[in-house]
């Protein structure tokens, strides 16, 4: 049988020890290690984006949401254009969903604005919003609140949390920051 997420002694790039996980459906997994260590390859791996030099990996989810350290948006859409592209915006009832989300990370009076017009913060939290708005299995997070002050930080971590609660998805996070973290996740020591 297949669990929600199996890693054996995959390894990212020459030189990074292999690494092992294995994690059930609603797990939170908090990848602990220092810089340099491959923590963001990881994640790259498990959310399908890269393949490992070694090892194997399964998986028994069907989608993976990713918020990445930097934004990846598309400068000259706006905030709303830029989450309208997901696949999931045909869907009846995204609209009104979308509206939810920005409004719960407090978002919503700038989603006509270009993404490039938008602050450090404003742009992490569309990253976020496009992250849950997939409505993924399995939600990663790479160092997704570094640029967030507190205000905006509990706001996100209010909709993940209610995401993860409400979805029973998996989440799997890195940060540096030990109280920017989402919900009580299991650390994971990285060699």
Known sequence: MTRFLELSDVQTAAGHAPFSL?????????LR?????????????????????????ERGYTLCGFAFQEPRLLPH?????????????????FSDKLHRVLCDLGISEV????????SGGERQRVNIARAVLAEPDCLV??????????????????CI???YRGRRMAI???????????GSARPVPVA
């Open 77 to 93: 859409l706006t905030a709303r254009e830029n989450l309208m592209i997901l696949p999931q915006s045909k869907a009846p009832g």
């Open 22 to 30: 294995a994690m059930d459906c609603g797990d939170n997994v908090e």
């Open 111 to 118: 989603q006509s604005r270009e993404t490039a017009l938008l």
């Open 161 to 163: 949390l209610g995401q």
């Open 141 to 158: 997070l790479d160092e997704a609140a570094s640029n967030l002050d507190q205000e905006a930080f509990q706001k996100v971590a209010d």
């Open 33 to 57: 290690g220092a810089s340099g260590r491959g923590k963001t390859s990881l994640l790259r791996v498990i959310a399908g984006l890269d393949r490992p030099v070694g090892g194997r990996i």
């Open 172 to 182: 799997i996070q890195v940060s540096h920051v030990p109280d920017r973290l989402f």
